[in-house]
């Protein structure tokens, strides 16, 4: 008697390939004969207005068992030549946390796998993934946006910003010099500042000028950094620099719809998966994925907000306001902000890192909030709050960021959101042409000082990397902050300021020598790799720069009395 599953070539076509469409199907048919398999559409599932079509199906494959899978016809646009390729990446980029012997094994516990290669359809492509599982393997789930309960999403979804920076990345790397405006892009993507997007629609429906530094919004007492304004002379972030910005594994479009979780009320936070990963990259933004599902959260409560109350969340979201000064908001919201804020925490304590995340916070947070403008469905007030926030988290980047506002030459427009202490402060009758050197080099020297003894302590050596990344991003900055007002002030500063405006640029200079030396070394070594003079240099040359330069302090208004 002849086995059912032995020739499955001539099985005729029960299958319901006709959901994919007519060409999808006919490649389907050949895939199937040619491959001795049997191919049954059990279900089409909604797709999540992406434009993909999705079915579950059953599988019969002679030198498999039979399964279930998901077959996926991407959305026939310029992501669906990169879905199939993302998946693949993320699945095989596997992290290594410090200290262990074997890849962890995130992609299996959070990720889904292609169960055979992507087949290519006209301008698209078909995909055969697993069923999103738990980790049981008993219980398919469902998308996060499926429960119910706002509270319970917003707990999953901290648990998945912890997991991803935690689990998918102990091994980040930290980047040395990208421009404010450079890293807002980023988050943003190129393909959303076209002429053709929806938010550029918007910008130019709204705004007299989209290119303009400085704008006013509707209802906003105080002119705002235009957030749109990304362009290398017209940004108000134009010469901004970050101190430092991590990168590592990101999944490029976090939102609840792409996270799978399990359908009941006694759920674990930590039974999750990722799907749609055509946007994964290895070296994107870290700070993106955590803001962009904040906003995701953050717009579910949206519609029950007016007035003040928007305001207040605003305030909340870019840390411009008062203690207390949330009355207004939902228990619920305040919670799940906070919940979502807070979640980087253990990935950052041990990197000492604080510091270093909030100005990547507030810059992702622009670029963020900026993809939500113009979307469709979205309502005009919306739109107008989304935008407001992105200029928000602009102004308080500047407000925060030592020298940033001068640099960008906005610092007169921006609203008083934070105390200005690292702003440029007013010229003194003390070397007034350095007072902004000062007030840069005296906001910076407590975390300088503080890396000082992180390099001193072979308990914090394993973050050595990071350390030396954060000193030389800061001691850059200070240094090119240093070389502008020589070239500046060349007519009006006397000798005196020249000559400590010069110090600082030799010495800080001096410091991020050393450091790329140590970066060098440790590129493909571990802290042990690094020869002791080596890291005596990068040391000595920072405790030479905060000794030699503390008399600039003197130039502060505190110091004068």
């Known amino acids: 008697m002849k086995d059912k599953d032995s020739d499955v070539s001539d099985a005729p076509d029960v299958s319901g390939f006709s959901v994919f469409g007519d060409e999808a199907a006919r490649v389907l048919e050949d895939w199937r004969v040619v491959n001795q398999r049997r191919l049954q559409v059990i279900q089409r599932i909604h797709g999540g207005g992406t434009g993909s079509v999705l079915a579950t199906a059953r599988l019969w494959d002679p030198a498999r068992a039979t399964r279930k899978v998901l ?9 669906a030549a990169r879905e199939a390729g993302g998946h693949t990446r993320a699945w095989r980029s596997r992290p290594v946390p410090f200290g262990a012997g074997s890849a962890f094994q995130y992609p299996e516990q959070h990720l889904v796998d292609q169960v055979y290669d992507p087949l290519p359809v006209g301008r698209s492509w078909l995909m055969f993934l697993q069923l999103a599982l738990d980790r049981q393997g008993k219980a398919e789930l469902v998308p996060l946006d499926q429960v119910v ?12 910003v912890r997991s991803v920076l935690l689990d998918w990345n102990p091994d980040e790397e930290p980047v040395i010099g990208p421009g404010a405006g450079e890293f807002v892009r980023d988050v943003l993507g190129e393909h959303r500042l076209r002429g053709t997007g929806s938010l550029t629609g918007w910008v130019r429906r709204n705004l007299a000028d989209p290119d303009a530094t400085t704008i006013g919004l509707p209802g906003c007492s ?81 519609p029950q907000l007016l007035g003040d109350a928007r305001s207040q969340l605003l305030a909340l979201l870019t840390g411009t306001g ?14 799940a902000v906070h919940a979502l804020l807070d979640a980087p925490t253990p990935w950052l304590t041990d990197r000492g890192s604080y510091s270093d ?33 992105a200029a928000r988290a602009c102004a308080a980047f500047l407000a925060t960021h030592p020298g940033a506002a001068a640099r960008a030459g906005a610092a007169e427009v921006l609203p008083p959101v934070t105390p200005p202490a690292a702003v440029p402060v007013e010229p003194t009758r003390h070397g007034p042409a350095l007072a902004p050197l000062a007030a840069a080099l005296d906001a910076m020297r407590p975390e300088l000082r503080r890396r000082l003894g992180d390099c001193g ?54 410091v991020v020598r050393t450091a790329r030396v140590v970066s060098l070394l440790l590129t493909d070594g571990t802290p042990a790799a690094v020869p002791e003079t080596a890291r005596r240099n990068f040391t000595g040359a920072l405790a030479l720069l905060l000794d030699r330069t503390a008399e600039l302090t003197s130039l502060l208004p505190e110091a004068n009395g």
Request: hydrophobic share 40%.
């Open 149 to 160: 309960s706002r509270p319970e999403r917003a707990r999953v979804a901290a648990t998945v």
């Open 357 to 389: 995340w909030a100005p990547q916070h507030l810059l992702a947070l622009q670029g963020c909030a900026l993809m939500f403008v113009g979307r469709d469905g979205a309502g005009e007030q919306d739109n107008h709050w989304f935008f407001e926030l």
């Open 322 to 335: 008062q203690p207390g000064a949330d009355d207004l908001l939902p228990g619920a919201l305040t919670d």
């Open 71 to 79: 077959l996926k016809l991407c959305s026939p646009d310029e992501g």
């Open 457 to 510: 302590d072979p308990g914090r050596d394993k973050w050595l990397k990071y350390t030396v990344a954060s000193v030389a991003n800061r001691c850059e900055a200070l240094r090119r902050q240093a070389e502008q007002l020589l070239a500046e002030e060349s007519d009006r500063a006397d000798s005196a300021d020249r000559g400590q405006a010069q110090s600082v640029a030799i010495l800080a200079g001096e």
């Open 222 to 302: 105080e002119l705002l950094p235009n957030p749109y304004a990304l362009g290398r002379h017209s940004s108000p972030l134009a010469g901004a620099v970050l101190p430092v910005a991590a990168r590592g594994r990101a999944h490029g479009d976090l939102h609840p719809g792409n996270i799978m979780v399990p359908s009941g009320s006694a759920r674990a936070s930590e039974d999750f998966r990722l799907i749609d990963l055509s946007r994964f990259s290895e070296t994107a933004p870290l700070a993106r994925d955590p803001a962009h599902l904040l906003l995701c959260v953050v717009q579910d409560f949206l």
